[in-house]
């Protein structure tokens, strides 16, 4: 199965710091032994370098390019007219906006500890 990744989840994953939900936990631990695949917004990837510049999280932008260009596993998506069209769910923060709508054209599940996020009845998402 594919997934999406918010920010929060992949500074989690990545850094080995911070809870993750029970279901999110599972498919992260069969990650590697699975088919699975994550997807990895651009969106995402500027908030990561943002925070890593301010030294707000503990995973560097670099670093975290290098573990995603390093596996076939990992799959990065620009930000595209198409997923902006899809961008028809008013919410409050445009950073997520872009990731729900990404979800949404790309009609696949979010993993994500948002719970402003897990109420939109068009997502799947999966954290607890």
């Known amino acids: 199965m594919t997934f999406l990744l918010d920010t929060v989840a ?14 999110a936990k599972n498919i992260f631990e069969n990650f590697e032994n699975s088919d699975d695949k994550f997807v990895i917004s651009v969106i995402s990837l ?6 890593s510049e301010k ?9 975290t390019i290098s573990l995603i260009k390093n596996s076939s ?5 620009d930000l595209n007219v ?3 069209r899809t961008t028809t769910i008013d919410f409050y923060e445009l950073h997520d906006r872009m990731l729900i709508a990404t979800a949404i054209w790309l ?7 948002d ?7 068009e997502l799947q998402v999966i954290w607890e």
């Open 107 to 113: 009609d696949i599940p979010i993993i994500t500890n």
């Open 73 to 77: 596993k990992y799959q990065i998506i």
């Open 115 to 121: 719970s402003l996020i897990s109420q939109i009845k």
């Open 82 to 84: 198409e997923i902006l």
């Open 55 to 63: 030294k707000r999280i503990d995973i560097d932008f670099e670093g």
């Open 46 to 51: 500027m908030e990561i370098m943002y925070l």
């Open 10 to 23: 992949i500074i989690r994953y990545f850094s080995g710091k911070g809870k993750i939900g029970k279901n």
